[in-house]
C-alpha cells in the first residue's frame, strides 16, 4: 500500500511553513506501515492521482495567487473538479483555500477565478475593517465524529459561503469574515480551512482522518492502529484550554 501526497505549488504557498502538513500525513502514515510518496506539483504540471491520494494548498499572498488561479484554468483545474466530485481527499489552507471558491477578490479589486471546488466566494477587507489574526479554535464534526481543531489565523479576505458546509462552528477567533461564526468549508471529502500553525501537526486526529479516509476509497474496511499521542493531546490541551477560557 502507496499513499501519494500531492503537495500543490509547494515552492510558492508555503507561506506559514505549511509542508508541515505534508511531514505529518507523511509520519502518522508511515508509523503504521503505510508508504508515502510526495510529489510536488508545479506550475505547468499535470496531476498524476495514483487511487490513493491526498491533494494539498498551501497559503500565499496575491501575487503567488494571481499565478496560480491563472495555471489552475486549465486541465488542472478540471482535474481537480473531477477529483473532488469523485471523493478525493483535497485541503487547502489560507490562500489555497480562498482558491477552491468560484473567486477571490484582492486588495486592489481585482477577481481571481477559483477552481470552483466549492460554492463560496472571498471579498477584500473594507478600509475600517482589520485583518483577523490570532489563535483559533473550531468545534467540528465530520461523519458522526466530534472533536476540536486548533490553528492560527492571519488574513485580511472575508470567504462567504454559499450552499458549501462550514468545516466547524469558531469556538474562538475569527473564521471565515469574523461575522457568521463559520471557518472553512467542506464538500464531500474536500476541505478548506483558515488554520496555519500548521494545522496538520497541532490537530493528528484531523490528520488521521483524512489518511483513513484516503485508504478507504481503496478499502472500505481499512481502519488506521491508534498511535501513542500522549504529547500530542497535551500540546493541543495547553491552547485549547485557554482559548475556552
Not at 508509523?31 to 492521482?49: A, C, K, Q
Not at 491526498?54 to 494571481?66: C, H, N, S, T, Y
Not at 483524512?210 to 478499502?219: G, P, S, W
Amino acid at each position: 500500500m502507496k499513499l501519494t501526497v500531492h503537495h500543490l505549488y509547494a515552492d510558492m504557498m508555503n507561506l506559514y511553513g505549511d509542508r508541515g502538513n505534508v511531514i505529518s500525513i507523511k509520519k502518522r502514515a508511515e508509523w503504521r506501515g503505510i508508504s508515502v510518496e510526495v510529489v510536488d506539483v508545479g506550475l505547468g504540471e499535470s496531476l498524476r492521482p495514483t487511487g490513493l491520494d491526498v491533494f494539498l494548498f498551501g497559503g500565499g499572498q496575491d501575487r503567488e495567487q494571481a499565478l496560480l488561479a491563472e495555471d489552475l484554468s486549465g486541465s488542472k483545474g478540471r482535474d481537480l473538479r473531477s477529483l473532488s466530485e469523485e471523493g478525493a481527499v483535497i485541503l487547502g489552507v489560507c490562500g489555497g483555500y480562498q482558491l477552491m471558491g468560484h473567486h477571490y477578490e484582492t486588495a486592489t479589486g481585482e477577481k481571481l477565478p477559483g477552481v470552483g471546488l466549492m460554492d463560496l466566494h472571498t471579498e477584500p477587507r473594507k478600509p475600517d475593517e482589520p485583518r483577523l489574526i490570532g489563535n483559533v479554535l473550531v468545534s467540528v464534526e465530520l461523519d458522526e465524529k466530534r472533536g476540536e481543531l486548533v490553528g492560527f489565523e492571519n488574513h485580511g479576505g472575508r470567504t462567504r459561503l454559499g450552499t458549501a458546509e462550514p468545516l466547524g462552528r469558531v469556538v474562538s477567533g475569527f473564521g471565515n469574515n469574523g461575522e457568521d461564526g463559520t471557518e472553512g468549508a467542506r464538500k464531500l471529502n474536500t476541505f478548506g480551512t483558515y488554520l496555519h500553525g500548521s494545522l496538520l501537526p497541532k490537530n493528528p486526529w484531523f490528520t488521521d482522518h483524512l489518511i483513513e479516509t484516503a485508504v478507504r476509497r481503496k478499502d472500505d474496511s481499512f481502519r488506521l492502529e491508534p498511535l501513542d499521542d500522549t504529547t500530542e493531546v497535551y500540546a493541543f490541551d495547553s491552547i485549547a484550554s485557554r482559548l475556552r477560557a
